[in-house]
């Protein structure tokens, strides 16, 4: 189902207190200016870091809390995929706060989770499960991609080369859109495992090296699409070259054939006196005739050379 673009208006979006475990997770929309106040019990520089509007992938451990921001693709309406959202996360021992100005599944997942009472019990199963989770949303995306350069290879031959060469160029944009994300976000996983500020358990950390592995294969394979499509692009432009050499071949054969015919004109159309055939009635349909059997036997030579 394709999600809408537009954000609740109001700054919270999801609000969940387990009652069991010592743990509550807000959700809000970054773009509401009321969402600040959420925010008031948060360090300043933590705060400008969830609310800034340009964002990398990465995760820093600041006093007893983690701060993560993580980049989803974009299933919104009228978006590419590839351009990727972020979702920003401030974590401490008992609760988890993130922000997002778009719909992102991952998060909605959670939401439902919570509301059947299966979400994570702990702010590091939490964290756990939304990376695992969006590198999961990933992986159809990059499939569809492999499946896009398939269907490239496959009309190599029966295509026009100008619209197989844009649909590649659009494809490259994609995967350099996703590469440009998911190289620091498997960083930031990382960095995750090094510096999890006490909130990891084994199983979450068992968990988001699970989440590497797959940012690591899905990275291989968009480097492996890449390579494919460099691969379509230099037999693109070999077939370009081929016609273009085809083209210049077949004006090159005819200047060749007309060039002793216009010797010919020129010279007997050379305004003085004592050209032949000046005075007879014949010289011109003679001169015809014996053009055209000059053309012919040059093109009877360019075919014994094998040029023709």
């Known amino acids: ?13 999801y609000e969940h207190a387990r009652l069991t475990e010592p743990m509550s997770w807000v959700h809000l929309n970054r773009h509401n200016p009321k969402t600040v106040d959420h925010l008031k019990g948060v360090d300043p520089l933590v705060r400008d870091a969830l609310l800034q509007e340009d964002t990398r992938p990465r995760t820093t451990q600041f006093e007893d809390g983690l701060l993560i921001i993580l980049r989803g ?20 021992q008992t609760s988890v706060t ?41 992986t159809p995306v990059v499939i569809q991609l492999d499946d896009d350069a398939d269907s490239l290879e496959e009309r190599m031959e029966s295509d026009d080369s100008s619209s197989l060469a844009k649909e590649a160029s659009k494809l490259r944009h994609a995967i350099l859109s996703l590469r440009r ?37 899905i990275n291989e394979s968009l480097d492996t699409i890449r390579e494919r499509l460099n691969v379509i692009y230099e037999q ?35 305004n003085v006196g004592g050209i ?33």
């Open 73 to 92: 693709v974009n299933y919104n309406e009228g978006a590419e995929p590839e351009d990727m959202v972020a979702v920003r996360v401030w974590a401490t």
């Open 1 to 13: 189902m394709t999600l809408s673009t537009n954000l609740p208006e109001g700054p919270v979006i």
């Open 98 to 138: 993130t922000l997002a100005a778009w719909n992102i599944r991952a998060i909605n997942d959670l939401d439902e989770l919570y509301q059947e009472g299966k979400g994570p019990n702990t702010p590091g199963a939490f964290i756990a499960f939304l990376a695992s989770r969006l590198v999961e949303r990933i």
């Open 181 to 217: 994300y998911l190289l620091p976000q498997r960083e930031a996983v990382a960095a995750l495992l090094r510096d999890s500020a006490g909130l990891l358990s084994d199983k979450d950390i068992f968990l988001l090296r699970e989440t590497m592995d797959d940012l690591l294969r």
């Open 236 to 270: 693109l432009a070999e077939r370009r070259s081929t016609a273009m050499n085809d083209r210049l071949f077949v004006l090159a054969i005819v200047s060749a054939v007309f060039l002793p015919l216009s010797f010919f004109t020129g010279l007997l159309g050379v």
């Open 276 to 308: 032949p055939g000046a005075d007879s009635n014949i010289a011109f349909a003679l001169l015809c005739v014996i053009m055209a059997l000059v053309a012919v036997g040059l093109l009877v030579i360019f075919r014994r050379l094998k040029w023709l």
